[in-house]
């Protein structure tokens, strides 16, 4: 529950968009862009499938170019807020035998709070990069991740995620983690 395994893991990257960033905090959005591309990296570096949403692509416009020169997958159309209201992201999920998801993107208390609650729900365990996710306020952000954690999700960050799934120094893709981090 606690510790992701990288072979039944997936990142999911939510509604991080062209239109949609223009609201939120020019700093807090600098940070969760460089974090989410140090996992999108490190997902690739590692073997982990990775899965992208964008919420109403015609009105926010596609995920931002910094994140999506790194991105090995097609972008899945979402009108729900919750990723799992779209029958392709699950189908994904169970075709890949995932059980564990890590939860990145925008904004927190609306989109990835509901996909984190449907995935509990469907009995996924759920880890959120605290340092990934963001809110137009900071207030909602911070009563999401709460609301998420007394759910039954795990609120961790970006490097945690990242060495957990490397699990040791010896391992494949440590030394490309290590440098993604610094």
């Not at 990142?11 to 460089?34: F, P, S």
């Not at 591309?37 to 910094?66: D, F, W």
Request: proline fraction near 1%; charged fraction near 20%; charge should be neutral.
């Amino acid at each position: 529950m606690f510790k992701p395994d990288k072979q039944t893991t997936a990142l999911v990257v939510i509604d991080i968009q062209e239109r949609l960033v223009k609201a939120m905090d020019e700093g807090v959005l600098r940070k969760i862009t460089d974090n989410t591309a140090r996992l999108i990296k490190g997902a690739n570096v590692l073997g982990i499938k990775t899965l992208v949403t964008q919420q109403y692509t015609k009105g926010l416009g596609a995920t931002i170019p910094e994140l999506a020169e790194h991105l090995n997958c097609e972008a899945i159309e979402k009108t729900s807020f919750s990723c799992c209201g779209e029958l392709s992201f699950v189908d994904q999920l169970k075709t890949a035998g995932i059980d564990t998801v890590v939860l990145c993107g925008m904004e927190t208390h609306v989109c990835v709070l509901q996909t984190a609650l449907d995935l509990l729900q469907a009995g996924y365990k759920v880890h959120v990069a605290a340092d990934a996710v963001c809110s137009r306020a900071k207030f909602n952000w911070k009563t999401a991740l709460r609301y998420m954690e007394q759910a039954g999700a795990v609120i961790t960050v970006t490097e945690t995620v990242l060495f957990q799934l490397v699990g040791g120094a010896g391992r494949d893709g440590f030394k490309e983690i290590s440098g993604l981090v610094k």
